[in-house]
């Protein structure tokens, strides 16, 4: 048994002592205790996901290992390539970023089809009292 599954196992432990204290504290009515334990029970839940969690991602990370062995000798290949698309993609944004930006949507001439009426700012209903 590893280290984590030995930590798993003492937190589900001390999990269910602590919930069942509580319970049997709640039931002969000792609130107090049982309130105190309750509180308590909310560490321990959590030190026991904490625990479940690290072993859960201990597994996944010696399941990709383990998956990763044959291709060992193709890791330096592989940074090599990596290397490589990488520096393409800096120069190619080395370029883009260089590159004059001097003609752009709304320096382009609008061409209008139709003039732009907003009306006419007298009124033309007969109202000429201010005008002489």
């Not at 107090?32 to 904490?50: K, M, N, P």
């Amino acid at each position: 048994m590893t280290r984590l599954e030995l930590r798993v196992v003492i937190a589900a432990v001390l999990a269910a002592t602590v919930v069942l204290g509580a319970v049997f504290c709640a039931a002969y009515g000792q609130a107090v205790i049982a309130a105190a334990l309750a509180i308590y029970a909310l560490g321990v839940g959590a030190w026991l996901y904490h625990s479940i969690e690290r072993y859960l991602l201990a597994r996944r990370i010696e399941t990709v290992r383990s998956a990763a062995q044959p291709f060992r000798p193709l890791l330096p290949v592989m940074a090599a390539i990596m290397g490589l698309t990488q520096a393409v993609v800096r120069s190619l944004s080395d370029v883009t970023d260089a590159a004059p930006t001097t003609l752009r949507r709304w320096d382009l001439p609008v061409r209008r089809w139709m003039a732009i009426t907003r009306g006419e700012r007298r009124s033309h209903d007969g109202d000429d009292e201010f005008e002489a």
